[in-house]
């Protein structure tokens, strides 16, 4: 018996087990008209040849190619408002509809809706949001993905290392170095990091950007203490009570994200420290309201909603041999939270 040189077909179920093909198809799909018997023997020869439902195909058929899911981390977050800005305008210019949830930044979360929206019909699905630090974290949802882009779905993510699809990944490391370069320019070496949830690649990697900008200046990255909070307003100024109250000598604090940094001025204004006159703060994103805070914030911009078209644009491209990598650049926008440290 020669080998098959495709993947086995519903044809292959139905002359296996000797029903048509209409028969084949009802029955693994739950239709009426079969009985449980003839379903229970189709489904089980299914099985043992190793045939995998193409649900791409039949959300084709009903309807269903239309509607993109997105599943982002926290729709409060500017950061992911964003990138949803760019993937409903995309869908919009395509005569697509978007289907949008969140997670919280919790992995089962995220495995519940992937697995909701493959219930849905929904046949491509953008994922944004940093992804774990220990790969054993998202291995379930890992393995929802494999099985949903081998039955014909397609998956693009945003931030995410560990998946094995097609990716926009943002300058995290490279923009947490120009980030730190700046304020070492700028003459600071007391300086404390408001680090975001431990968890996350996004946090890692911004990290790694700071600790490589400090080793090139030679400098000790023990010596900088770092805070971890929630990726929020309200955890930054949490995280910097904390800093600030272990170390009160700081001369600029860095917050991986802006909401954690807008937390950090509401902080240090509201307990009578002027920035950036005894002491800067730094955020990273350049979401909107970074712009309109007082002092405005001294960021890194990531190209936000380019982000979100990309993502947009590779889900709904056929798939390659290999996922592809799209990765951003990021800009220095200097404001004036920062400034030289008190002589």
């Known amino acids: 018996m020669t080998e098959r040189s495709h993947p086995p077909r519903l044809v292959d179920v139905a002359k296996a087990a000797g029903v048509s093909l209409a028969t084949a198809s009802r029955a693994l799909t739950g239709s009426t008209g079969v009985s449980a018997e003839v379903a229970a023997h189709v489904q089980a020869v299914a099985s043992q040849v190793g045939y995998v439902p193409n649900s791409h195909a039949r959300a084709l058929a009903g309807g269903q190619a239309s509607m993109v899911g997105l599943i982002v981390h926290d729709v409060g977050d500017p950061y992911f408002g964003e990138i949803a800005r760019g ?17 919280q930044r919790d992995p089962s979360a995220e495995l519940a809706r992937l697995r909701a929206l493959r219930a849905h019909r929904v046949t491509s699905i953008v994922l944004a949001g940093s992804g774990y630090v220990e790969a054993a974290t998202e291995a379930d949802i890992a393995t929802e993905v494999r099985s949903f882009t081998a039955a014909g779905g397609r998956v693009a993510v945003i ?41 996350l690649t996004t946090v890692e990697d911004r990290l790694a950007g700071l600790r490589a900008a400090l080793a090139a200046a030679g400098l000790d990255w023990r ?11 309200e955890g930054g100024a949490a995280a910097t009570a904390r800093l600030m109250r272990a170390h009160p000598d700081l001369t600029a604090v860095v917050a991986l994200n802006d909401p954690m940094a807008v937390g950090a001025l509401s902080w240090l204004l509201n307990n009578g420290r002027r920035v950036p006159g005894e002491i800067s703060v730094a955020g990273f994103d350049d979401v909107p309201v970074a712009r309109d805070v007082y002092p405005a ?42 400034a030289p440290p008190p002589p």
């Open 223 to 233: 010596s900088f203490p770092v805070v971890h909070g929630d990726f929020t307003r």
């Open 159 to 199: 931030g995410r290392h560990h998946l094995p699809v097609d990716a926009v990944l943002p300058d995290n490391a490279a923009g947490g170095s120009t980030l730190m370069h700046h304020l070492l320019d700028l003459g600071h070496r007391r300086l404390g990091v408001l680090g975001g949830p431990a968890n």
């Open 297 to 338: 914030l001294t960021t890194i911009r990531l190209p936000m909603v380019e982000m979100g078209k990309q993502a947009l644009e590779l889900v709904l491209k056929p798939p390659a041999s290999r996922p592809r990598r799209r990765r951003t650049s990021h800009e220095l926008v200097v404001r004036a939270s920062t």
């Open 87 to 103: 993937v409903l305008r995309e869908t919009e210019s395509r005569g697509y509809m978007a289907l949008i949830s969140q997670t």
